[in-house]
């Protein structure tokens, strides 16, 4: 895991594959990572979401560096439902933000793009779509801000290259 490569990218939309659709979304930093040789990372569930690990533990970009945090792995949220369908998509997972009973869940498609949505837990309304990955992600995780209606998404991005993106965006929750 030490040998990973990680480069500050540019934090333009277009550059990272993405397309914004929601409002309050603004990315604050991202980086590519890359290892030299075969690397026995996975995506696992961790606290609040989805995480690189390596042996059991979250992974996150300090300064330009991977960072290895221990914490335990909590429990599945309680059962919520079937998740609400979108079109031609197979739902990953979701994790909670911070208005409401809201969650935001990864679709991805067939051929490898992903869309980030919001959702109420047991409706049958259609998911607020709020950005759009050309490529897979692999991880999602949300970080509630203590004093206002909003927090941070952090996505995992997995390449054609087989090396990875990891991009962190700061969201209102405008509109929810």
């Not at 330009?64 to 429990?75: E, S, Y």
């Not at 409401?100 to 309304?125: E, F, L, T």
């Not at 995992?156 to 405008?174: A, G």
Request: proline share 9%.
């Amino acid at each position: 895991m030490a040998t990973g490569r990680v480069q500050a990218l540019s934090p333009e939309p277009t550059a990272l594959g993405l397309t914004l659709m929601g409002t309050g979304i603004r990315i604050a930093a991202a980086y590519s990572l890359a290892w030299p040789q075969q690397c026995a990372v996975v995506v696992q569930k961790v606290a609040y979401g989805w995480g690189i690990t390596d042996h059991s533990v979250a992974v996150m970009v300090t300064a330009g560096r991977l960072f290895a945090r221990k914490m335990k792995i909590p429990p599945s949220l309680p059962e919520e439902g079937t998740p609400p369908r979108l079109p031609d998509a197979v739902f990953s997972g979701a994790v909670s933000v911070v208005s409401g009973q809201w969650r935001a869940g990864v679709w991805r498609y067939a051929d490898g793009r992903s869309v980030v949505a919001v959702y109420h837990p047991k409706s049958i309304a259609v998911p607020r779509q709020i950005f759009h990955s050309a490529v897979p992600i692999l991880g999602l995780s949300y970080f509630p801000a203590p004093d206002t209606r909003g927090g941070a998404y952090t996505i995992w991005q997995k390449l054609p290259d087989k090396s990875y993106r990891v991009i962190m965006m700061n969201w209102t929750e405008e509109g929810l």
